[in-house]
């Protein structure tokens, strides 16, 4: 199982970017995926998921109506677009995966099985 996390990079405050994550090596229509971010020196949080069927969605409060998560079944991708980016959310960003069919996503990181690599986002002021 493989997921390949890409896009990130430098931007200015309230620029834009839109983070991809290329799953192969399972049923990516089975598995319910998820974004996080790891700041320096501080717990990695959910930032936003996706569930598998039904299309429920969650973000965590700092990024809601910035933050857009979608998924492309056929092309075994997950994406965050990221809008009115703020140097708050400079982070490393991971996707994660993991099987369920509850129709729901949590934005726990203990919830997840597979992990991508992680790409870098910093925001300038």
């Known amino acids: 199982v493989q997921l390949q996390a890409s896009g990130g990079g430098l931007v200015q405050s309230g620029g834009s970017l839109r983070l991809s994550c290329a799953v192969s090596g399972l049923s990516f229509e089975d598995y319910t995926v998820g974004w996080f971010h790891q700041a320096p020196g501080k717990e990695r949080e959910g930032v936003s998921c996706l569930s598998s069927v039904g299309g429920s969605a969650k973000y965590a409060d700092p990024v809601k109506g910035r933050f857009t998560i979608s998924r492309d079944n056929a092309k075994n991708t997950v994406y965050l677009q990221m809008n009115s980016l703020k140097p708050e959310d400079t982070a490393v960003y991971y996707c994660?995966?993991?099987?369920?069919?509850?129709?729901?996503?949590?934005?726990?990181?203990?919830?997840?099985?597979?992990w991508g690599q992680g790409t870098l986002v910093t925001v300038s002021s």
């Open positions: 994660a995966a993991v099987w369920d069919y509850s129709g729901t996503c949590s934005r726990l990181a203990s919830e997840y099985g597979y």
